[in-house]
Each structure stands twice: as structure tokens, then as C-alpha cells.
């Protein structure tokens, strides 16, 4: 998906809802304990009561490592499962040399090698060009570089000082150079609302993934405050306040609900900036 | 595998070899084809040809990922053909928040949960320490962190200067205050030999796992010139150059050799410098 058919399903879904699939087998309601693959029946039934409601979905692949070979198995029939009109992203935050990072390009991007074909993948920024750039040559496909993060760690190195900048605006500054906002998005924590104006000015025409609303504490009209381009130019994550809106049997009707309330707010977010 | 045991293991077998277990299925020898899982196979024979003359092995996790389903069953499957006393090293670059590197902690050291439980995972800083901290909650085992790789993009952040020194500096002092030389050590490319005096004033008693040998171009004697301290203190990486000394028949046979010569090598080197 291109950035224009993004904007597009941002615009007709009034929506820039990015939901997050991290399930936790602790964390599933019992009642799908029956079923073969209790995981996948509850991201299946996430998606149904979600899919009209956001722009992307972002299964962060720690959680189906986490569960060995059927894990993997769950990341692929979820990615399989999930409607092509929507936007998706392995939050996957690989980087290795060229040689291994095109592996990972093949194992996030190529159907035919892995069953698997994201749109986008995140990248840790560390080992540089030549780490992001076998992502960057299929050339319908995203990468969305780690900038500023959520986490308290974002502290220890990504606000150090460099002569020209923290390494967080260097980041931005020379991957840049890499790739256009046709390829290259950015993730920024939601908790860092000041750090956003600055972000805009580097980045004015990239999207920007932003981690943080819901469970992480960030705040949506902070965010959009600064955030918003001319093309929405946010995807707005948010997990667990949804997907764990319940933990009973009506975990997907309250994931709904709780979705609903989201895209209410970021339709009122969209016609106040005029973009819909 | 604690340090002393690691340390009792390259005086044993006089070698500091870790072999990367790095399998691209167009490059392993066409006889191989004949199996179900020809991948497994050449892995089996390689560790078969190699299991006494190094004392690490360390699959780089996207060649498996590259492979979809059937690459993640071979993980597995090879980590547990490994014999017990070999440490064993996932080369998976992870990190990412608390919670979520907690999921990547029981994807490579959980068995019970991810049927494989690896000695040590390879860990990108950029995220600070609370995408650390988790891995390092597993007393006995290791997180080796991202610190000089020794690809072209490099340079790109990691010979930052900040005010403290260059950015893989500081990700070598800040992080010795999260764990000891008993838990932690880095990855500091063979390419780099000038800055290993460096980084031995820095990390005098931790671990460092050398990739760049061979293949990649670095050489032995420079970096143990520098590297070296009184527990031998490098694992030295080695993957093409012996996993492809040959891709006919005699595969096994040839890696053999190469090891063979590797580790006569280090051999000579821990006699000169009086550890056997």
C-alpha cells in the first residue's frame, strides 16, 4: 500500500487507528481455551470486530516467538487473515548487516519464501545504511525506523548530544538521505508530546508511528497537536486498551467499543485539521 | 554456561572458535536436496564436523526467518542437536520495550515455552535498558550487546561523538552498570582491530564476540594483539569461510579442515600468551 492509498483508507475510515496484536495466552479470555489455536481465534475475532474501525494492524512479533513453532504458525495465519484493504506492519525491530538484513526483508516482505508479506517492518536504527537498506528495495514495502521511543530506556542513548543534534534528530536526519516519506515512516513514542513539534520540523512529510496511547499513558490530542500533516501523516498504536478491553466472553464486543471511541475522537481530530 | 565454564572450555580445546551456523538454502551442496529437511542436514554435519575443535555456535535467526515456518521448526531443531557443552549463541538482535523484550526472553531462553533455551541473544542497545533488563533476569544466561559491528553502516551512528565519547562508548559504559563481564558481553566487529585497545580500557574483563573473520575480512592476530585479557575474554566468529569451504560432497570434510586450521591458530595464539 502507497502512501496516497493510505491517506485514502484514512479519509473513508475517519480513522488512523493502528491496532495492535500482542496476545498473550495468559491474557485470553477461557472461554477460547477450546479451540486448536486459542491465539489465533482471538486475533481472528479482534479483526472482525475491529477491521472497519482502523487503518493497520501491528502484530509485534516477540509475542509469537514467544510461543515457539506454533507461535510463528499464528504470526503467519494472523497476517493471512487480516483484509488486504488494510495496512501491515511487523513490529519486528530488526537491523543486521546488508547480507542478513535482506534475510529478514525476505522473511517480512516475501510471501513466497515465508507465507508472509507485511507491508512495513520496523528497524533499529544502530548498525546503520547498509542495515536498513535491503528493506528499502522492495519498493512497495515500508520501513519504519525506530526514533523516539516510548520506553523510560529512550533516555540512555537515543537524547544523547551529537554535534549536530540529539541521536534521535540524527537518526531522522540522515535516514533521510536513505529513503523519501514514500518508504521511510518513524516511530515516536506518544509519551514524548514536546519532542513532536521538533520531530515535524525534521520529518514534515514522513508518517509517523506513535506507540504510547492506551496502556502507555500517552495522550491523542497531544499527539495530533503537533503530529498531523497535510496527509494525517500519523498511525496512532494502541494494544492492550483494546485488545484487552475485556477478559470474558464479550472481550471482542468491548474491543469494539473501546475502538469505536478512538475513531470517534481522531474523526473529530481529522475535521477540525479539515483533512476529511 | 557461566564464564569459568566457558573459560574451562577454550582451554580444553585450545580454541576460541564460535561457528556460525548461517545456512542459505541455494548455497548448501545439491546432494543435501535428498533429505526432508536438507537445512537441518548440512547443520547436523556441520556441527558433526566441528563440535571439538570450537567452543560456540551461533545461528543468525533472519536465515531461519527467511524460511517461513519450516526455517523456525529448523531453529529449533538445530539448536537442540547442539551438544550441551557447546554455549550457544541466538544472533537474533532483538530489543524492544520491557514487556515485550520479556516475550523475546522466552523465545530464546524459555524452553519450556519455545522448546529452545540458547546460552546467550544478541541485543541492539538503541532502546536503552528496560529492552535489556529482561534478558538479563535469566541469571545464567547472557545478553551480548550491540556495541562496533563491523558492517559499512557503522558509522553511520555508532562513531557518533557525544560528550562522553563516541556513541559505542558510551553504550559500553552506560550498560556495565546494568550487569557484569558474568552476564554481559558485546559484539566488536574484527574489522575494527585499532579500536580493540579502546574498548579492552572500557570492558577489561567482559566477553567479546568478534564477527568479521574471514568472509568478512578481519584478522586474527590484530585482534587478539589487543583483544585478548587473562580468561581469553573473545569469541571469534566464523561462518562462510567454514560452513562454504566447499559446496560439493566433501562440505563437511572441508569445513572441518577450515576449522582445523582456525583452530591451530588460536591455539599457537593462547600458548604465546600463556592461557594453556
Known sequence: MNKK??????????????????????NIPKHLLKYENPVLEFNKQIIDATKDLCVAY???????????????ETLIKTWQYIPNDIFTIADA????????????????????????SFDAITVAPYMGKDSVGPFLEYKDKWVILLALTSNAGHSDFQLHETPDGKLYEEVIRISSQWAGSEQLMYVVGATRGSEFENIRRLAPDNFLLVPGIGA????????????????????????????????????????REEAISVQKEMEQILLSAKLI
Open 216 to 255: 502507555q499513558g500517552g495522550s491523542l490530542a497531544d499527539v495530533c497537536n503537533y503530529g498531523l500533516n497535510k496527509e494525517c501523516g500519523l498511525l496512532v498504536n494502541s494494544a492492550r486498551a483494546i485488545i484487552y478491553a475485556s477478559k470474558g466472553e464479550d472481550f471482542a464486543e468491548k474491543a
Open 5 to 26: 492509498q493510505l491517506f485514502e483508507q484514512i479519509k473513508s475510515k475517519k480513522s488512523f487507528l493502528c491496532v495492535g496484536l500482542d496476545p498473550v495466552l495468559e
Open 58 to 72: 501491528k502484530p509485534n512479533t516477540a509475542f509469537y516467538e514467544s510461543m515457539g513453532l506454533k507461535g510463528w
Open 93 to 116: 525491530k530488526r537491523g543486521d548487516i546488508g547480507n542478513t538484513s535482506a534475510m529478514y526483508a525476505d522473511a517480512f516482505f516475501n510471501e513466497a519464501k515465508s507465507e508472509m
